[in-house]
């Protein structure tokens, strides 16, 4: 079993900076990819970026270039640092782990708002 624990939403205005955390314990040992997700009201949950632990990332386009997803050395920690917020960006942010045998995980999700 894998807990996560996500930190670090909030309000912000348009073109400010948020950086996401999600905290890792429990079976860290079988972590494999981690990432972020995010839904906004009345849509699909959808993919904000990955990371291996090789560190290859991957992101969604409407993201590339403005935020980055990095680990911690201990490969534990998963933060996404968001830059150039929009307001198409609001929605629940939701911290994902995948282990090495495919068990998948989630945070509670922390909500981010881009408003003026």
């Known amino acids: 079993q894998v807990q996560l624990v996500e930190s670090g939403g909030g309000l912000v205005q348009p073109g400010e900076s948020l950086r996401l955390s999600c905290a890792a314990s429990?079976?860290?040992?079988?972590?494999?990819?981690m990432g972020w997700y995010r839904q906004a009201p009345g849509k699909q949950r959808e993919l904000v970026a990955t990371i291996t632990p090789g560190d290859t990332r991957n992101y969604a386009d409407s993201v590339k270039g403005r935020f980055t997803c990095s680990t911690d050395d201990a490969k534990n920690t998963v933060y996404l640092q968001m830059n150039g917020l929009k307001p198409e960006d609001t929605a629940r942010y939701y911290c994902?782990?995948?282990?090495?045998?495919?068990?998948?995980?989630w945070g509670q999700g922390t909500q981010v708002t881009v408003s003026s």
């Open positions: 429990g079976s860290i040992f079988s972590i494999g990819i």
């Open positions: 994902y782990v995948k282990t090495w045998t495919s068990s998948e995980y």
